[in-house]
């Protein structure tokens, strides 16, 4: 899966987010997209492992994701 693969399906999944009336959905995405641009940044093998997700949430220093939920 291409890094524009992956852009497409976050873009669709944050529309259906949007129509289900979820409001941290917005146009920029937030943590998605940093998540979307973490994975971009490295040479990553499919499938996509829960390590990466663990990586890219320890390599945020704490800081708090949980935007408008």
Same mark, same amino acid.
């Given at each position: 899966? =291409? !890094? +524009?693969?992956?852009?497409?399906?976050? %873009? /669709?999944?944050?529309?259906? /987010?949007?129509?289900? *009336?979820? #409001?941290? +959905? *917005?146009?920029? *995405? *937030?943590? $998605?997209?940093? $998540?979307?641009?973490?994975?971009? !940044? /490295?040479?990553?093998?499919?499938?996509?492992? +829960?390590? +990466?997700?663990? %990586?890219?949430?320890?390599?945020?220093?704490?800081?708090? =994701? #949980? #935007? !408008?939920?």
């Amino acid at each position: 899966m =291409t !890094g +524009a693969d992956l852009e497409d399906h976050l %873009e /669709r999944y944050l529309e259906l /987010r949007r129509a289900l *009336g979820f #409001r941290n +959905a *917005g146009s920029k *995405g *937030g943590c $998605f997209h940093d $998540f979307l641009a973490f994975l971009q !940044g /490295r040479a990553l093998a499919e499938p996509l492992l +829960a390590q +990466a997700a663990v %990586e890219w949430a320890s390599s945020r220093g704490g800081q708090n =994701t #949980r #935007r !408008g939920v």
